[in-house]
């Protein structure tokens, strides 16, 4: 179970990086440093799982692509079928006469989930592929 209780440590840094540290808690609307911090090191937690190639994610794979390219909706079929065990879900809007969206949710492994969505977002046809992904055991 995930101990939620607030520590307080100290931190020590050049004034002039605390100023630029400072700049960006305004910026971005924290209501104070420690809340800025909290973010920081959850993305670099978040950075440190994707080193672990064994470490389970979830993700989604967005992809933009015009249906009118040829093979290109076989394709993608085929290599979904491939890795069937990443994909928990696909749905798929047609945005337009022209355009589609796919969004597929998948979770395994980084590894296998990164192939999978490298060789998507390569299709000839895809024009635009955006892919997240975050653990599945919280950081
Ligand atoms: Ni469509």
């Keep these: 179970m995930q101990d939620s209780t607030l520590k307080r440590f100290g931190v020590s840094m050049e004034s002039s990086l605390l100023n630029k540290f400072d700049h960006m808690v305004r910026l971005k609307g924290y209501q104070n440093r420690s809340e800025a911090i909290r973010d920081l090191v959850r993305d670099a937690l978040v950075q440190e799982a994707w080193e672990d190639k064994d470490q389970v994610v979830i993700g989604s794979i967005l992809l933009f692509y015009n249906h009118h390219q040829r093979n290109l909706l076989a394709e993608m079929t085929d290599l979904q079928h491939s890795m069937h065990d990443l994909v928990l879900s696909t749905t798929h809007f047609h945005l337009d006469h ?11 492994k ?12 390569s299709l000839k046809g895809v024009e635009y592929a955006k892919f997240t992904v975050a653990p599945v055991k919280r950081v």
Aim: glycine share 4%; charged share 35%.
């Design 110 to 121: 980084v590894k296998r989930i990164r192939e999978f969505s490298n060789k998507l977002m």
């Design 98 to 108: 022209d355009s589609c969206l796919e969004l597929i949710v998948v979770k395994g």
